[in-house]
């Protein structure tokens, strides 16, 4: 079985002869195929997982039996490559579950069961030592995914429970590669500092409306973990020869960054089980008659492939991005502007967020309502 990371691309509209610059959007997608006689599910990386899970007294009942259903639904999609640890935190932090091979399965459910409630919310501290037993995994030779989950219905309140404080040390963790999915529960947590926990890269945030959301997201979160197919992946966009296009912005909020007047993009790990899709706004200068296309961007691309042995080898590759050029009005495809509406609303969301914290109310409303008028536009 040969793995590939394919490139495709699409824009949301074609060109045509005009004075006027036209703006549009291009949709570059990754996507991970397989071919040979045993194509399907295909090698991945071994996983060194930490659960975290609130036990303060708000979690009692319900919402920590189902918090520790969804952490046994996690562990049973893992084997023996993966390796597990379970902390709880109240107003003190307990390791229980050391960290273990995943498919000691009744061992782990064993002690998952044991977990009671108890008081105050040290979540600082039961993050951290999450974030610790991923940090001392072992991985050998090879390449490892390190990932804390952590649940919680309330508020920090004791240790550490400054948002930004906590968005620094996220970063840090993340330099050593180990990011954090937050999962809130009910309506009283901490949306802001849970936020800014998973804002490095790899992390996720999810809010459970009901303590019976936790098992489907924990389902979705184990799946995505399993699937790295290729990790680290950078484009670096620069005009096509003979092509003025502009590059306005990343849609995403990725990572950017100059070089050589060519712009690179850090879009992170792509999964086998979705498309990794990238939105970049651009401008293209008035078109003459006479052209049937026009090349704009070139994209280079590199990644680590995950190989079938469970490592990573270096791999490039290169693709330029060209439209028609009709004589007719220009055409808007319907199906990429719905995608790239969907990354323009995210995108919105998190500069709302963003404005929101620096107490720029106006800000945010402002943002949120340009985007609503953009969608009607089109």
């Known amino acids: 079985m040969t793995t590939l990371l394919q490139p495709h691309f699409a824009l949301t509209t074609h060109l045509s002869p005009g004075k006027t610059p036209t703006a549009a959007d291009v949709l570059l997608t990754f996507r ?11 090698p991945r990386l071994p996983l060194a997982l930490g659960v975290v899970i609130d036990r303060s007294a708000s979690m009692s009942g319900k919402p920590l039996q189902q918090a520790i259903a969804a952490a046994e639904t996690l562990v049973n999609q893992f084997d023996g490559r993966d390796e597990v640890s379970v902390v709880v935190f109240d107003d003190a932090v307990e390791t229980v579950v050391d960290p273990m091979p995943a ?12 977990i009671r409630p108890g008081g105050a919310t040290n979540l600082h501290g039961g993050w951290a030592e999450g974030c610790g037993h991923v940090r001392d995994h072992a991985a050998g030779d090879g390449r490892v995914i390190r990932r804390v989950l952590l649940l919680t219905d309330g508020q920090a309140n004791v240790g550490t429970t400054d948002p930004k404080a906590l968005a620094m040390e996220a970063a840090a963790w993340a330099k050593r590669d180990i990011s954090t999915t937050t999962l809130g529960f009910g309506r009283d947590f901490d949306e802001d500092l849970l936020l800014k926990i998973a804002e490095a890269p790899g992390g996720n945030f999810y809010y459970i409306e009901t303590p019976d959301d936790a098992c489907q997201v924990f389902q979705i979160e184990g799946e ?18 003979g092509s003025s296009v502009v590059v306005k912005e990343i849609v995403n909020r990725y990572p950017t960054w100059e070089v050589g007047g060519y712009l690179d993009v850090s879009a992170g790990d792509v999964y086998a089980a979705e498309d990794k899709l990238i939105g970049v706004a651009i401008e293209v200068p008035p078109q003459s008659r006479g052209r049937k296309s026009l090349p704009l961007l070139e994209v280079t691309y590199s990644y680590d492939l995950v190989t079938a042995d469970g490592r990573t080898e270096p791999a490039t590759g290169m693709f330029t991005v060209a439209v028609p050029v009709s004589k007719d009005a220009p055409v808007r495809d319907v199906d990429v502007v719905r995608q790239a509406a969907r990354l323009r609303v995210a995108a919105a969301k998190e500069d709302a967020v963003r404005h929101y914290d620096a107490l720029k109310t106006k800000d ?4 949120m309502r340009a985007a609503a008028d953009g969608l009607r536009q089109q």
């Open 32 to 42: 991970v195929e397989r071919t040979g006689a045993l194509a399907g599910p295909g």
């Open 103 to 114: 498919d000691r399965h009744d061992v782990i459910r064993k002690l998952l069961r044991s």
């Open 224 to 241: 995505t973990l399993t699937s790295v197919a290729a990790q680290r992946l950078v484009l670096t966009l620069k005009p096509a020869a």
């Open 364 to 367: 945010a409303e402002a943002v």
